[in-house]
């Protein structure tokens, strides 16, 4: 179960840095078009408004289980290391709950959006499920990586 779900993290993580590499190679060429051309490419913007919404969202839980997430020591540097340990082991598991909560109302708005045959009215006319659908995902995955995270700090490990 664990070398999946590694496997599963490393490959959205690997989809959201393909996204960052197109943002970064199609929005200057936009800018480029736009300007020298006096055409811009219609879908970059569109697509570049969703691609920041997915980039996080699908890199999220591999960045979790790389401990990559900001971190305030400001408390924990003053504990012994049990008091340390047990501290981090509730901050990840109250993280994962709260992931799984969002992860909860995310997928309710993906189906609510899917059943409602919702469509985000702009070039592409894109159903906002298809948008949505890396919010649940997203959320899920990061509070599974917190919540195995949160039970082996517990236990010690």
Partial sequence: MNWALDRLEDALASVAAALIVFTVVF???DVA?????????TWVYEVTEYILLMVP??????LARHN??????VVTGRLDDRARERLSA????LVAATCAFVAWWGAVVTFSSFGAHAVIENVL??????????????FALTAIEFGRQGVRAWNGG
Avoid: E, K
């Fill in 33 to 41: 078009s736009r300007y020298f051309f006096g055409a811009p490419i």
């Fill in 68 to 73: 990559g997430h900001v971190v305030i020591d």
């Fill in 125 to 138: 006319q894109t159903p906002q499920w298809m948008i949505y659908v890396c919010i649940p995902l997203g």
């Fill in 90 to 93: 509730a901050t990840r598991l």
């Fill in 57 to 62: 969202c699908l890199a999220m839980a591999w």
């Fill in 27 to 29: 929005v200057p060429l």
